[in-house]
T-cell receptor, first 112, second 115 residues
Framework: GQNIDQPTEMTATEGAIVQINCTYQ??????LFWYQQHAGEAPTFLSY????GLEEKGRFSSFLSRSKGYSYLLLKELQMKDSASYLC?????????????FGTGTRLTVIP | DTAVSQTPKYLVTQMGNDKSIKCEQN?????MYWYKQDSKKFLKIMFS???????INETVPNRFSPKSPDKAHLNLHINSLELGDSAVYFC??????????????FGDGTRLSIL
């Protein structure tokens, strides 16, 4: 089975840096995705990690430690439009179906 | 040129009715999915199909019956709707089982409300 934990809510200031953590326990880890979801919209892909380390993509970076079952999403130079839910999703590989199992998401509010 | 499109966007109906949601992707992907997002925003996989074949049914009641006429379409039919079925249903697609590093692309969701 899968057990994925994220903080429910976070607040940060425009221009600042925020780190959103995700811990997971899964029976067959095969990659971790981060998605952004604005209210009333579809989730959109942000980043993917399958090996340990940091992946950087502009203002967003994602880190993975497989031995610790831990990932974080780092958002730099926060903008008001970054207010959204951030979903951590683990892909399990045992069934071969590439199914994603999502955490409950972290709702980030960026304040001026 | 919407990549993953779902219809309808909103669906309001009474308990006990039968309804369908349609999904189409024009990305040339082999794998399609249905997810349910409840009022607490928890997104949960329901089904996945690869090249029109069912791969996974994640303990979904058999009132829910997906159908894939071709690999670009995955429709969801729901019989005898219940109050607990009220949620947002998202369709998604990805390149295929052998390209697991590729992300899933989501449709805009269908907001189902049961009266």
């Amino acid at each position: 089975g899968q057990n994925i934990d994220q903080p429910t809510e976070m607040t940060a200031t425009e221009g600042a840096i925020v780190q959103i953590n995700c811990t997971y326990q899964t029976s067959g880890f095969n990659g971790l995705f981060w998605y952004q979801q604005h209210a009333g919209e579809a989730p959109t892909f942000l980043s993917y990690n399958v090996l340990d380390g940091l992946e950087e993509k502009g203002r967003f970076s994602s880190f993975l430690s497989r031995s610790k079952g831990y990932s974080y999403l780092l958002l730099k130079e926060l903008q008001m439009k970054d207010s959204a839910s951030y979903l951590c999703a683990v892909r399990e590989g045992e069934t071969g179906a590439n199914n994603l199992f999502f955490g409950t998401g972290t709702r980030l509010t960026v304040i001026p | 040129d919407t990549a993953v499109s779902q219809t309808p966007k909103y669906l309001v109906t009474q308990m006990g009715n039968d309804k369908s949601i349609k999904c189409e992707q024009n990305l040339g992907h082999d794998t399609m999915y249905w997810y349910k997002q409840d009022s607490k925003k928890f997104l949960k996989i329901m089904f996945s199909y690869n090249n029109k074949e069912l791969i996974i049914n994640e303990t979904v009641p058999n009132r829910f019956s997906p159908k894939s006429p071709d690999k670009a379409h995955l429709n969801l039919h729901i019989n005898s709707l219940e109050l607990g079925d009220s949620a947002v249903y998202f369709c998604a697609s990805s390149q295929g089982l052998q390209k697991a590093h590729q992300p899933q692309h989501f449709g805009d969701g269908t907001r189902l409300s049961i009266l």
